[in-house]
């Protein structure tokens, strides 16, 4: 009974103990809720996204490759070749699914294209959104991404080919969750290209010169993993071409769906989301358990009367670290129901959002996810709580009469570090500073994350739009076409060139130029005569670490020929990753005809190029491919990053300042009596914190530099794409003071207040 009646107080002052620090609690419960919701709602999003992705595999049966042919072959024989294929049990089936490309214009836009398949129905399904598959000549079902990019809607109609098509449907197919129009293209582009969908009868009305004769295949072997699958793909590709030559035919396409961006661009980029966010997550978790265990001493170092007392009073260490741990966890708990619901609710519709504005995914369904709940919730709760004992059960260690005393430093006292002959103020500041550098440490962390966050959100558009201009200045010529076979044309504006796609060691596509001798498009660099060498592009350089003299080797895509050559100089063509020689020496490497070309640069237009025999055109708006959809798909995170970092700077210097008034709070107790005001005690202790901020901002912005040109290289990198210089304006620099200025200036409010609410007799409470 005795034990009973002596625990009730602790249990009593709990509630009484939270008020009191309200502020710390409230600051550290939307600390964690704001962070649990956000990291909830993205991991259960990109989690039930990647379970979806999945099934959809085998729902839409999904192709495990598909291949293209110069002529129109028939199933039948291309079945026959690759049954003869050895693989093993992976057999594949051969499926016609031919295409056409169209150009068209949009709303005064001539730069959008539509790639027309018959509709499926044994591989490749979709998945339909809004209305309805064609059923009758001129309906169309289109992606419901590149729909709703364009404010498409149920009955309106698009014009390609010479025919009025209206759209009967929104769909998603699973071999295009991503929209690359060609898998060389560094971006994606779900506003301007679009896959389309009509009847099989309606197809065949279409003009065949666009026709594309593309095959799918599918493995009956369905627990074929990624390698074995990819091994399987190679042979099949081997036997078709062996096969095919003989009869004057070639493969102009194989693509298997590991190498197929538009499929596994989306869960590549899915799998990049959650190990990101895990990692934001317990960086975090790490910066706000430091700040705990600081705040832990601080609590105990008020505390450490009553501590003394309850300790004299036969209470174990035990009860006691049970006591002080029941507020943190009560406050823990709050914030992760309140924080997965609202990840639940409001943060997963806004990633789910996110997600269904980038990519072309089938219908969404919530998975809940026991290692999501297990990663964001009870993993860094447990980290927290663990922190908090191991802090506590340090502190406790002393003896009762030490709390009584509030002698609490385990190690002896050092001595005082001898400042020079600066004014009164001055060394008052420095010593604040020098006392509490545990404190200022731990903020200058938490505010180089938080600018670091600010300057990614407010640089990464900026810096995409430089690296469009970049491309868009270094262009070879304003247009770039490709053949599908020679045409001659009288055009003067026009230069023949040479062009073919090969992979160097890691599989990055390479495009090998050939180049017209003394070329009016390519004046920034003469071709070298000697076979064997080439110019290269300095983006292709830096990515490799290459130098001039080095010997590189580059391989066929769909073949097993290797090529080498020696680097003879560089140049800046930022486009793409490319090699260039002379029009002469790329015939003779590549065995054609001295005559043979594959397209032309020209500065204009070439009106007068048959459509027939265009195979491509790459204009200025191509190549903006890449900003245009970064703009689209990051424009919605880009505000919140922004906001999340300003929210991290406010706690993060909310808390620690916080500390430092109450460690210093017998201090400035005694100051008052000495006869300070409160305005004078704010220009020692609020300046103190103040200095500490500035020269943190100031430390951060370097710093932050390095970092994020660094991990902006990296992820630009994924897009195949090598940054020269990665430029961060001054403006978004002073956009990042500011703010920090601005919040710590309301802040400084706050610490005022507090300063105001330390009584005088606290200097005396605890003197002996």
Known sequence: MADKTIKNPLRKRILRDIRKEKGKYISIFLFLTFMISIVSGM???????????????????????????????????????????????????????????????????????????????ALNTYSVFEGHAPEKDGELAIDRLFAENNNLKIGDTLTFDGKDLTICGTVAVPDYSCLFENNSDSMFSATTFTTGFVTADYFKEFSESKLTYSFAYHFSDRSLDDRASYDASTNLMNTLSKQLAPQ??????????????????????????????????????????????????????????AIGTLRASGYTKGEIIRHYMAAPTYVFLAAAVIGNIGGYTCFRKFMEDMYYHSYS????????????????????????????????????????????????????????????NFKFLTRFRIRTILQNRSNYITMAIGILMANILFIFSASMLPILNDQTDNVLDHLIANYQYTLKAPVELDDSSAEKYCLTALADDDGKEVLVYGIADNSKY?????????????????????????????????VEKYGDKEYSFRIAGSFNYPAAFSVFMSIDNYNDTFGKDADYFTGYFSDKALDDLDDSFIYSTMGPSDYSKLSDQMNDSMGRMMPLMKYLSLIIFVIVIYLLSKIVLEKNAESISLTKILGYNNREIGKIYIISTAIAV???????????????????????????IWLE?????????????????????????????????IPMEEALKNRE
């Open 43 to 121: 991991l259960v999003t990109s989690l039930s996204m990647m379970h979806t992705y999945d099934d959809g595999i085998e729902t839409y049966k999904l192709e495990d490759g598909h291949f293209s042919t110069n002529s129109e072959i028939s199933v039948a024989d291309l079945q026959k070749i690759a049954d003869q294929t050895d693989s093993g049990t992976a057999k594949a089936t051969i499926y016609k699914q031919y295409f056409y490309n169209f150009d068209y214009t949009f709303e005064g836009n001539s730069n959008y294209s539509i790639r027309l398949y018959e509709n499926r129905e």
């Open 248 to 305: 004057g035919n070639y493969l102009t396409d194989f693509l298997m769906r590991q190498n197929n961006k538009a499929i596994s661009f989306t869960r590549e980029d899915m799998d990049g989301d959650t190990n990101s966010t895990i990692m934001m997550l317990y960086i975090m978790i790490a910066l706000l358990a430091f700040i705990f265990a600081l705040m832990t001493f601080s609590t105990i170092e008020a505390e450490a009367g």
């Open 361 to 420: 995914l089938p219908v969404f369904k919530v998975v809940w996810n026991a290692n999501a709940f297990l990663l964001t919730t009870v993993i860094p709760i447990a980290i927290l709580l663990v922190i908090n004992y191991l802090a506590l059960r340090s502190m406790l260690g002393l003896s009762p009469l030490n709390f009584l005393r509030h002698d609490l430093s385990k190690r002896k006292k050092k001595h005082v570090t001898k400042l020079p």
């Open 522 to 554: 390519l004046t920034q660099v003469s071709m070298p005569t000697e076979k064997g060498d080439i110019i290269i592009s300095k983006s292709f350089m830096k990515l490799n670490n290459y130098k001039v003299g080095d010997t590189i080797k580059i």
């Open 694 to 720: 500035l020269v943190s901002v100031a430390i951060s912005l370097p710093l932050s530099t390095v970092i994020l040109k660094t991990m902006i290289v990296y992820l630009f990198r994924t897009f195949d």
């Open 725 to 757: 210089n990665v430029h961060i304006g001054t403006s978004i620099y002073v956009q990042v003071v500011i703010w920090d200025i601005v919040c710590y200036g309301l802040l400084s409010f706050l610490q005022y207040k507090k300063i105001r609410k």
